[in-house]
């Protein structure tokens, strides 16, 4: 199957390529993304065929649906990364919490955070395929937390590939730099960045755009590719656990083939949401994709209002800053496939030049046929928690934003598979301020000590480990010593 742009072609870049393409090369022409040119169908008959089938089958059939140019074997290797989770017969399982409402848990793979569902499997394709074209890559990551230890951790010790991965010094919990700077592998390369994400972000932007970093890079035959959620490569493998949460319903019983349920996503960039809007379309019985949001919520008034406006806004540091973001990327996506690739360009070419732009009322009224959205604050994601440990059920910050979509956005009583995308240990000293009602700085160590032991709960062996492990990365520079560091590791 080939793959197309959002905002048209240039004439210079090829005008449809293959998957292989697009996931070396991820950014199209116009600064746009690359998407595929039309879905596989994949209805009620495909559901039931799946019934008795593993995540890697699903996720086999699924790749192999849209054509992939990736060799079998390949993707069979890539794949067999999902045995390395808890369970290996089942990734990311589903389980229920109240009536209606369900959790698909993403977190069980080794960085604890729902980025190695789709990254674990990519490292392994876009490492296999450079190897085979004897390629040398670069891959550039700015994090905010979850990103970058799921980056590192896939594409470790791999042949032809090199990572660089940039963090705000002071912007993620100890576990998430831990994560990082622990990690060891000759190809990679760990900078604290003395800043926040957006000065991370803005200066990995403008190091794509140096002149002088792209010839340094040819002189030593290395391209350069990127990990995060515009490449096509992480989007086609999170389209796979929307399918499996429908099937494993089926398996427990709780609907029937053909039956409407809710999917909700706690979203930034928009890929976990992207993934699912493609699965319907390709016609997984789906009422609704129901979008939360923190206090930085441009996606709810995206969807609400029509209006995507960044004029006056600024970041809000919140207790889910894996969803701290005022640009989010896929999105276009989405707008590509509801209008069409004049009108995406014509949208996103208003963002940059004034910073917002406006949909019409059809475009508005299209959008929230498949969407609704809403947002919600630390307090609320506090409370949330504590209420629903009380019940029994431990849930991230992230995750506890979409109690909020299931207390308000449902309009039918239909079963509501909500995402945790990222275990508790990962940001333990939010959870305990949540359990003791107060805003005490706890560290992580003894935020996971203290839950653990009072709710009688284990902290996987990954987590317990960062806290002895070697510290292997101690670089923390100045935005301006940043391509310098950088061509001293290549
Ligand atoms: C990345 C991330 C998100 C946001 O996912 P998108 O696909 O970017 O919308 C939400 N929660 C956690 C914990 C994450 O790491």
Redesign the pocket.
Known sequence: MSFIETRGNDGIKPNEVEFSYAILNPSASFGGLYIPKSLPNLGEDFIESHKNKSYKELAFDILTAFKVDIEENDLQTALNLYDNFDDKSNPSPVVKVKENLFVNEQYHGPTR???DMALQPFGSILSAIAKKRNEKYLILAATS???GPAALNTFKNKEGIKVACLYPVGGTSDVQRLQMVTEDGENLKVIGINGNFDDAQNALKNLLASETFKTTLGEKHTKLSAAN?VNFGRIIF?IVYHFWSYIELLRQNEIENGEKIYLT?????????LGGYYAKKMGLPVEKILITSNENNVLTSWINDGVYDLNDKTLVLTK?P??D?LK?S?IERIMYDMFGSDRTKELMEDLNSKNSFVLSIDEKAKLQSEFSATFSDDTYGLKTIKNYLEDGYLM?P?TATCIKAYETLMDKPLKNVVYS??EWTKFSPSVLNALNDDSMKYKDIDALKIISDKYNIKVPTMIQNVFDAKVRHTVEINIDDLEKEIVSFI
């Open positions: 955070a729902f980025k937390g979850d990103t959620s999170q996503v706690p979203s930034g960039n928009f890929g976990n949401a889910s894996a969803m973001i989010s896929n991230d992230h995308t990222a």
